[in-house]
């Protein structure tokens, strides 16, 4: 019951912001359109007319889709967090009785709806920009897409945490960010990628999409393990981001910027 | 009796790369259910830490503190139920959201659908003046504005404990009356309990019956306002003279505790006692009888809550100096 007045108010909250700075979001959608055609066109001036240019194109696609929502959604809690604090909230969010955890985890929630929004008109755009149409089986995409954010959310606890700490890691966290262009489109034949946080996922989704498989053809195995490094990578976050805040208050530290 | 409030015991002691902090040591009090209690102390006192410590945001070395029964730690989402706090500085609001919208948010933060508090915030809202400013993002109200804002969000929901650190700070002195009028009505009729930090002294003497004094960490005084004053005006002398001291009584003079000389060229010459014992009465009474220098009167003194504070601080230091602290009064 209360945990749904939170969330209500995160969704509005959330809907008034997007109101309010609505350039912004719509410069954000420019940026990465812009971006994403820089690459399409570097792309096809390397591999236009050979066998691969659909499946990669596909991959292109998939990929940069992808980043941006293993983006928004590490930014939603990191840099949130940054601002939150700079802004001075940070401790009044902390006098929630339902605690910080769950007031953010609200928030990402809400957000998920405009991050869906964002993805999935960049998405149209690039389609109908590159002409390649991909597979958009929501039954088999929207769980896949859950089990990519959430190790991501995890990421982002474990930066945030740090953050409340040590402050001064801004750099560190713009590296991540770009960092988790790797790790979405980390190929799992290595191996090793398997245990970064939403390759797997990524895998399956490229899979869905550009593959055509429906969600129940996957290897059960590799779903398995998107699933088991989920829960992994959001534990260790909470546990760590946790330890931080815990570490914050006896340092006295946590509403400091 | 009813107490909502209950520190035992608080020690803290900042971690810092060279040397360690000592911000409150074995800190213990109550507050009664309904009381308004000022807490008091220079800058660097521990005051801060204290309010902290009670919102649960600060961890305590040792000692703890129960708000209605709850204790901050170990039932920390209860406590918040029964608590809400205006920390220092202007930001607990949020500044891209207007007034309202900061209402209805922070309502439901502490789990309050809005819809439930309508009533409450337009009483808020027209009690503090924010009526024109209802649709103005937090950001662009004044610094005073913001602040109430600030109170008005901490009283959205009916919590029975209310914590401010420095309320009324760098307000002009219609704001602060606006808010001081505020904290009154909430502790006289919804019957809450504040405890507010504040080197304004006006503030005090205008709301708060009761003052907890803290110096260095440590409780120097906690007492009523009333109590404090009648002690330090019984011991508060001005010795009135007609003529002059020579330079030898005025040396001696300065020697004696707590005496002070004034020279004045409308008044003449006249020396503050603050007596600690009749002992320095006496003393000076010597001095000046050495060269018959006449007294014309000895009154006993005015005194206010100003001086009685830096008073009670001041004496805490071992070479009698009162600490310098900013006064906003
Ligand atoms: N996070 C921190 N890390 C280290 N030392 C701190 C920290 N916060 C406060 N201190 C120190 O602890 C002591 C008490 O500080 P506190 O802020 O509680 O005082 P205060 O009474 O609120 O002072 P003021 O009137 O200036 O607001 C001071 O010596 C201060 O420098
Ligand atoms: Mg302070």
Redesign the interface.
Same mark, same amino acid.
């Given at each position: 019951m209360g945990s749904l007045i939170l969330l209500q108010a995160q969704v509005k909250k959330e809907f008034i912001l997007l109101r309010r700075y609505f350039f912004n979001f719509l410069g954000g959608f420019a940026t990465l359109y812009v971006v994403f055609l820089l690459l399409f066109l570097g792309y096809r001036g390397l591999a236009a007319g050979t066998d691969m240019y659909g499946t990669g194109l596909g991959n292109l696609i998939v990929g940069y889709m992808l980043w941006i929502f293993a983006m928004t959604i590490y930014q939603d809690i990191s840099y949130h967090l940054f601002n939150e604090a700079r802004e001075g909230i940070l401790e009044q969010l902390y006098m929630s009785p339902f605690g910080y955890i769950r007031v953010t985890a609200f928030r990402l929630i809400a957000g998920l709806v405009l991050n869906f929004g964002m993805a999935f008109l960049i998405l149209m755009a690039m389609m109908l920009s590159t002409g390649r149409y991909l597979n958009l089986d929501l039954i088999s995409l929207v769980p896949l897409i859950i089990l990519l954010l959430v190790p991501i959310a995890g990421l982002g606890f474990i930066l945030g945490g740090l953050q409340i700490l040590y402050k001064r890691i801004q750099s560190i966290l713009q590296i991540v960010q770009f960092l988790l262009v790797g790790v979405v489109v980390a190929p799992i034949n290595l191996g090793w990628t398997v245990f970064l946080p939403g390759t797997m996922a990524s895998h399956l989704v490229r899979q869905v999409m550009v593959e055509e498989a429906f969600i129940t053809a996957l290897p059960w195995t590799q779903f398995l393990m998107a699933l088991v490094m989920a829960v992994f990578y959001l534990l260790l976050g909470l546990a760590i981001f946790k330890l931080c805040e815990r570490r914050a208050m006896i340092s006295g530290r946590l509403g400091q910027f | 009796m009813g107490i909502i409030i209950q520190a035992r015991n608080i020690s803290k002691t *900042?971690?810092k790369k060279k040397e360690r902090v000592r911000a409150l040591q074995e800190v213990s009090f109550q507050v009664k259910k309904g009381e308004l209690v000022g807490l008091l102390g220079p800058n660097g006192a521990g005051k801060t830490?204290m309010v #902290?410590i009670i919102? +649960?945001?600060?961890?305590p070395d040792q000692g703890e503190v129960e708000i209605a029964g709850y204790n901050t730690w170990k039932e920390? +989402?209860?406590t918040?139920?029964k608590?809400?706090?205006v /920390?220092e +500085?202007?930001?607990?609001? *949020?500044? !891209?959201?207007t007034v309202k919208?900061n209402l209805?948010?922070?309502a439901? /933060? #502490? +789990?309050? !659908? !809005?819809r439930k508090v309508q009533q409450r915030i337009d009483y808020l809202i027209s009690k503090l003046n924010l009526e024109k400013k209802v649709n103005v993002t937090a950001r662009s109200l004044s610094r005073g504005m913001q602040q109430k804002l600030a109170l008005a969000v901490a009283l959205v929901v009916d919590v029975p404990v209310l914590i401010l650190d420095e309320p009324t700070l760098g307000l002009d002195v219609e704001s602060a009356l606006e808010i001081r009028e505020m904290l009154q009505d909430v502790v006289y009729q919804e019957n809450k309990t504040v405890l507010l930090t504040t080197h304004d002294m006006r503030l005090v003497r205008a709301i708060c019956p009761r003052v907890i004094i803290i110096n260095q960490g440590q409780i120097v005084t906690d007492d009523r306002v009333e109590n404090l004053l009648r002690l330090f005006e019984a011991k508060s002398y001005r010795l009135k003279l007609t003529g002059h001291l020579t330079s030898k009584q005025e040396e001696m003079i300065s020697l004696v505790e707590n005496a002070i000389i004034h020279n004045d060229r409308h008044n003449g010459v006249y020396i503050d006692l603050h007596l600690e014992s009749m002992d320095s009465l006496y003393i000076i009474l010597d001095i000046l009888r050495e060269n018959n220098s006449p007294i014309e009167s000895i009154e006993r003194q005015e005194i206010d809550l100003e001086q009685v504070f830096l008073e009670i601080v001041g004496r805490r230091r071992k070479n009698g100096q009162p600490d310098s602290f900013a006064s906003t009064g």
């Amino acid at each position: 019951m209360g945990s749904l007045i939170l969330l209500q108010a995160q969704v509005k909250k959330e809907f008034i912001l997007l109101r309010r700075y609505f350039f912004n979001f719509l410069g954000g959608f420019a940026t990465l359109y812009v971006v994403f055609l820089l690459l399409f066109l570097g792309y096809r001036g390397l591999a236009a007319g050979t066998d691969m240019y659909g499946t990669g194109l596909g991959n292109l696609i998939v990929g940069y889709m992808l980043w941006i929502f293993a983006m928004t959604i590490y930014q939603d809690i990191s840099y949130h967090l940054f601002n939150e604090a700079r802004e001075g909230i940070l401790e009044q969010l902390y006098m929630s009785p339902f605690g910080y955890i769950r007031v953010t985890a609200f928030r990402l929630i809400a957000g998920l709806v405009l991050n869906f929004g964002m993805a999935f008109l960049i998405l149209m755009a690039m389609m109908l920009s590159t002409g390649r149409y991909l597979n958009l089986d929501l039954i088999s995409l929207v769980p896949l897409i859950i089990l990519l954010l959430v190790p991501i959310a995890g990421l982002g606890f474990i930066l945030g945490g740090l953050q409340i700490l040590y402050k001064r890691i801004q750099s560190i966290l713009q590296i991540v960010q770009f960092l988790l262009v790797g790790v979405v489109v980390a190929p799992i034949n290595l191996g090793w990628t398997v245990f970064l946080p939403g390759t797997m996922a990524s895998h399956l989704v490229r899979q869905v999409m550009v593959e055509e498989a429906f969600i129940t053809a996957l290897p059960w195995t590799q779903f398995l393990m998107a699933l088991v490094m989920a829960v992994f990578y959001l534990l260790l976050g909470l546990a760590i981001f946790k330890l931080c805040e815990r570490r914050a208050m006896i340092s006295g530290r946590l509403g400091q910027f | 009796m009813g107490i909502i409030i209950q520190a035992r015991n608080i020690s803290k002691t *900042y971690p810092k790369k060279k040397e360690r902090v000592r911000a409150l040591q074995e800190v213990s009090f109550q507050v009664k259910k309904g009381e308004l209690v000022g807490l008091l102390g220079p800058n660097g006192a521990g005051k801060t830490t204290m309010v #902290k410590i009670i919102a +649960g945001l600060v961890a305590p070395d040792q000692g703890e503190v129960e708000i209605a029964g709850y204790n901050t730690w170990k039932e920390r +989402g209860r406590t918040l139920r029964k608590l809400s706090a205006v /920390l220092e +500085g202007n930001r607990n609001i *949020y500044w !891209p959201l207007t007034v309202k919208e900061n209402l209805n948010f922070f309502a439901s /933060l #502490k +789990g309050q !659908p !809005p819809r439930k508090v309508q009533q409450r915030i337009d009483y808020l809202i027209s009690k503090l003046n924010l009526e024109k400013k209802v649709n103005v993002t937090a950001r662009s109200l004044s610094r005073g504005m913001q602040q109430k804002l600030a109170l008005a969000v901490a009283l959205v929901v009916d919590v029975p404990v209310l914590i401010l650190d420095e309320p009324t700070l760098g307000l002009d002195v219609e704001s602060a009356l606006e808010i001081r009028e505020m904290l009154q009505d909430v502790v006289y009729q919804e019957n809450k309990t504040v405890l507010l930090t504040t080197h304004d002294m006006r503030l005090v003497r205008a709301i708060c019956p009761r003052v907890i004094i803290i110096n260095q960490g440590q409780i120097v005084t906690d007492d009523r306002v009333e109590n404090l004053l009648r002690l330090f005006e019984a011991k508060s002398y001005r010795l009135k003279l007609t003529g002059h001291l020579t330079s030898k009584q005025e040396e001696m003079i300065s020697l004696v505790e707590n005496a002070i000389i004034h020279n004045d060229r409308h008044n003449g010459v006249y020396i503050d006692l603050h007596l600690e014992s009749m002992d320095s009465l006496y003393i000076i009474l010597d001095i000046l009888r050495e060269n018959n220098s006449p007294i014309e009167s000895i009154e006993r003194q005015e005194i206010d809550l100003e001086q009685v504070f830096l008073e009670i601080v001041g004496r805490r230091r071992k070479n009698g100096q009162p600490d310098s602290f900013a006064s906003t009064g």
